[in-house]
Structures are given as structure tokens and as C-alpha cells.
């Protein structure tokens, strides 16, 4: 028992030193066990606080090395999913910094703010990169297109160089510009590539056809898909022709009135852009038209003014008396020679009827002749008789001037009314000696200084074939074949100096024309004061 006792103490000891023997070894193994795995899981975390740490500094680019599938390494896994996803928003935001707007970022889920977001904003910046474009053309093409005008040019050379520009700046096949006229209707006045086509209308009244519309309305028109319409705007080139698919007319408005319409056409559709430039431009196109037209306008005014000032020097120097009357036969101008010859002031003529100047007896005549005047007849050398303030009656020879409008319409009446006084005087004596004159055998006219003729005998009537009413304040030149006008011009001036010319070989001809050569002697006829008259 002692030794059952003793060996079981033993066996107890044994037992007790293999559980310590045992536990011992089981503690090392779970020791190193723990060791080995805290020693992946540190690593594991130290890798993922090193990629934390280089995102909070801005670093992408950091590798991950995924060793284990446990926890840490699904961490680590997904820590590289969200580096790949900013390493690719990166990449857009760097394209975009340079400039390049097509690369997008892949949209991740429903939860992806931040590509979302991104990809918004490349859309934006593309939206903004057009309209920044589209004002940069839109500003150069107004900037070329105003330097053009600013140009001082002719109207036909503004409305080419327009056109021009038009139809290479927004690529338009066909371009043409209609003007507004005096007399309200749109003529043709610039075209660009057009063909000519005898049977196109050069000019539309207003509101006649879609022209005349347009600038009635001064409302734009696009017509659009017209390539199977009958229209003969056709675009030629060298390898054939096409028509036109889409047509606008565009008002070119300045003030309140519509001064022009552009028509373009093109075989393709009109952009948002071009029809935008065409809209903004169309203000600066009418002021510039306005401005060819009012220097046009200056330059025929000047023109007119020009031609007023040597009319009104001729009418103010003039010898003879000159009134302007109007169609009712009312004084509305006179010039210093009247005043003198009737003795009348400006102020007491002017509104005054004509007939003041016009004896009684001679009112009927007066009446006669404005009629035919308004009629349209240019009346000349009319013999009346005029009277001056203390009606001291005088013979004239009145030539009467139509005045007319921009139209052609009569609006006045000029009457030249030259005093015959003298000539009738000399006309009088020369009757005291009308038988030897009459009777003799050769020709005789009597003119006076000016070479109109006053009087002639019956072999003058004969031997030139014409009557002595036909030949009676006619010029001598009438008489005289035009290559022998200058001698006449000559023969008169030396007359003239008091000169008598006697047996000067000349050439005269007949109604018929048939050339005579003549001997001409020429006797100066004197008033009393030995005035050749």
C-alpha cells in the first residue's frame, strides 16, 4: 500500500508535469501563433496609414501590396479602388487644366458625388468653351466686317464689299441686296455669285413679292427645305449647279425705315450662329447704307447747289428782265433787271399777279400763253408788250422757261421778256424806206447786235425759199451752213467795234440746204446817237 501509494504520487507528478510539460508548449504556440499574426495584421495597418497619409497630402499615385484576404486586406483592397477612382478623376481635372475637355470620369454608383460632380463640370466648361467661342467669332467677324465699313467708298462698291464678306465670313452661296429709292420701292443693288437671269426682277414695289414684304413688314423671313421648289436662284460652278435649300431676307432698319434687304441663300441649313451675327449686324449695315446715301445725297446736292449758283450768278446779271412765275401766273421771283426796267421794287412785285406788267388789251395774250406753258410748251421770242410802273408801254420779245420738278413736272414758269424798243424803231424807219428795201433785186436782212434777225425783204423771202414769218426773230445763223458759223461769229464781233465791211466772200444756203456763194457787204444802222443798233 505504502508503494501503491508512493507509485500513484508519482504517476500524479508525471501527470502533473506532462499538463505543465503540455501547457507550456501550447502557451509558445500561441504565443508565436499571436506573434506571427499581429505581425501581418500590423503591417497590413501600417501599409494602409501610410496610403491615408499620402492622400491627405495629395498623392495618388501610391502602390498597394494586398497580402492577406482577411479584414485588413479587404481594407487594402478597397483603399486601391478608391486610389483608382481619384488617380482617374485626377487625370480628367489634369486634362481639363490644359485645356482638353474630353476626357470624362467613369461614374462608379448611384453614391458617386464626386465623379458625378466632375463630370458635370467638364460639361459646363465644354458649354462655356462653345459660347466662348461662338462670341470670340461673332466678335472677330464684327470687328472685319465694321473695319470694312468704316472705308469711305462709293454705294456700289459698299454693298459688293458687304456681300462679299458675308458670303466668305458665314459660307453663303448666294447673296443679294435690295435698296429703298426716292420712290419707295427696293431695287436691286449688290449681288454676290449670282447668275444673270434677264427675267428676274430688278426692282419690287413695297410689299410686292417677298422683297417688298420684308421691308413693308421690316420683319425677317427663313424659308427652309426649298431644294424641290421652282426657284431660279442656282448656284454655278464649274462642275454644274445646284439650287439653293434655304433662303433668309433679313430688314436692314435705320431709324423707322427699313433702307434695304439682304436675301442669302445656301445649299445647306442656316446655324444658330450665322443667323446671330446676321441679326446683330444688321443695325451697323443699315447705318452704314444710311451713310453711303446721305454722302451720295451731298454730293448731288452739291451738285445742285453748284448748278443753282451759276444759274442764280446768270439770273442775277442777266440784262434783260427775268420773272419767275408759278402755274397761276403769281410773281414768286424777279431778278435786278426787272426791278430796273419797270421801276418797280422786289417787295412790290413779289406775290403779285404778272398781269400787273401786262397792258389790258394784251391780258388775253398773257392768259393764252400760260396755258400753253402749263401744257408742257417751251415758248420762245414771243413779241407782247410790257409796261413799266408809270405805264410807259414797251415792245418785248418774251421767251418762257418750263421749271420742272425731280418728276418732270412743270412747278414754274421763267419768262425772259427782252425790250425790242429800238429795234422796232429801227424796224420803223426801215419801213419809211420799205419800197427801195422791198423792191430791191438782191437779198437784204436787217439783224440786230445779238444776230436775230428783224427784218428782210421779198428777194431775202426768194432766194432762201423761207417766209418772213419763218425767218423773223430767227438767228442770221439760220442762213449760214454751220461751217461757216465761226466767220459769221467773226463778221458780227468787227460789226460790233463799229466796223463796215463791205464785198466779204461767204457762203449762204436755203431751206433746202442748197449752198450759194455769196458776196456779203455789211451797213451799220446808228441810233441818233451813233450807237450801232
Not at 413695297?206 to 420683319?219: H, T
Not at 425731280?406 to 426801215?430: L, Y
Not at 439760220?478 to 459769221?488: G, I, N, R, Y
Request: hydrophobic share 40%; net charge negative; glycine share 6%.
Amino acid at each position: 500500500r505504502a508503494i501503491q501509494k508512493t507509485r500513484m504520487q508519482k504517476d500524479i507528478e508525471e501527470a502533473n508535469l506532462s499538463i505543465i510539460s503540455i501547457s507550456l508548449v501550447t502557451i509558445i504556440l500561441g504565443l508565436t501563433l499571436a506573434i506571427i499574426l499581429s505581425g501581418g495584421i500590423s503591417r497590413n495597418i501600417a501599409q494602409a496609414v501610410k496610403v491615408s497619409d499620402s492622400l491627405a497630402s495629395g498623392d495618388t499615385t501610391r502602390d498597394i501590396k494586398i497580402e492577406s484576404t482577411d479584414e485588413t486586406g479587404l481594407l487594402l483592397k478597397s483603399m486601391r479602388k478608391m486610389m483608382s477612382s481619384l488617380n482617374e478623376v485626377s487625370k480628367v481635372c489634369v486634362a481639363i487644366a490644359s485645356g482638353d475637355l474630353t476626357h470624362m470620369t467613369e461614374i462608379r454608383g448611384e453614391k458617386d458625388q464626386l465623379g458625378k460632380s466632375v463630370n458635370t463640370m467638364v460639361e459646363k466648361l465644354r458649354t462655356a468653351d462653345v459660347e466662348t467661342q461662338k462670341r470670340d467669332w461673332l466678335k472677330t467677324g464684327q470687328a472685319e466686317l465694321a473695319s470694312r465699313l468704316r472705308e469711305e467708298k462709293s454705294l456700289d462698291q459698299l454693298m459688293d464689299d458687304i456681300l462679299s464678306f458675308i458670303g466668305k465670313y458665314l459660307d453663303v452661296q448666294l447673296a443679294t441686296a435690295y435698296l429703298l429709292q426716292k420712290d419707295t420701292s427696293y431695287k436691286l443693288s449688290g449681288t454676290y455669285a449670282l447668275t444673270a437671269m434677264e427675267e428676274r426682277p430688278q426692282t419690287f414695289r413695297m410689299g410686292e413679292g417677298l422683297i417688298g414684304q420684308v421691308g413693308k413688314s421690316r420683319e425677317e423671313m427663313l424659308l427652309t427645305d426649298l431644294s424641290d421648289k421652282n426657284l431660279d436662284l442656282i448656284v454655278v460652278a464649274g462642275s454644274g449647279s445646284i439650287k439653293v435649300t434655304n433662303i433668309f431676307l433679313l430688314p436692314l432698319i435705320f431709324g423707322n425705315q427699313c433702307l434695304g434687304v439682304l436675301e442669302l441663300g445656301v445649299i445647306h441649313d442656316f446655324s444658330e450662329r450665322h443667323l446671330e451675327f446676321l441679326r446683330n449686324s444688321a443695325e451697323t449695315l443699315a447705318a452704314a447704307i444710311n451713310s453711303g446715301q446721305n454722302r451720295v445725297r451731298m454730293r448731288e446736292l452739291l451738285e445742285e447747289t453748284q448748278e443753282k449758283s451759276r444759274i442764280a450768278k446768270v439770273f442775277e446779271d442777266a440784262s434783260d428782265p427775268i420773272i419767275i412765275e408759278d402755274l397761276n401766273g403769281t410773281i414768286i421771283d424777279l431778278n435786278p433787271a426787272a426791278e430796273k426796267v419797270y421801276g418797280f421794287s422786289r417787295s412790290e412785285l413779289l406775290s403779285k399777279p404778272i398781269k400787273n406788267l401786262v397792258p389790258p388789251g394784251k391780258h388775253a395774250q398773257a392768259d393764252e400763253l400760260l396755258e400753253r406753258c402749263k401744257r408742257g410748251e417751251s415758248l420762245s421770242n414771243i413779241e407782247g408788250v410790257r409796261w413799266d410802273r408809270n405805264k410807259n408801254q414797251m415792245p418785248v420779245l418774251v421767251t418762257f422757261s418750263l421749271l420742272k420738278d425731280e418728276k418732270e413736272n412743270t412747278v414754274a414758269i421763267a419768262t425772259t421778256s427782252r425790250d425790242i424798243t429800238e429795234e422796232k424803231k429801227v424796224e420803223g424807219e426801215m419801213r419809211v424806206m420799205s419800197k427801195v428795201f422791198m423792191d430791191a433785186s438782191d437779198p437784204i436782212i436787217v439783224e440786230n447786235l445779238d444776230g436775230i434777225i428783224v427784218d428782210l425783204n421779198r428777194a431775202a423771202e426768194k432766194v432762201y425759199g423761207f417766209s418772213r414769218k419763218e425767218l423773223l426773230s430767227k438767228p442770221i445763223k439760220t442762213l449760214v451752213p454751220p461751217e461757216k458759223h465761226s466767220q459769221a461769229d467773226e463778221l458780227l464781233k468787227r460789226c460790233k467795234r463799229g466796223e463796215s465791211i463791205s464785198n466779204i466772200e461767204g457762203v449762204r444756203w436755203d431751206r433746202n440746204e442748197n449752198q450759194m456763194p455769196v458776196l456779203v457787204t455789211f451797213s451799220l444802222l446808228k441810233d441818233e446817237k451813233e450807237n450801232t443798233v
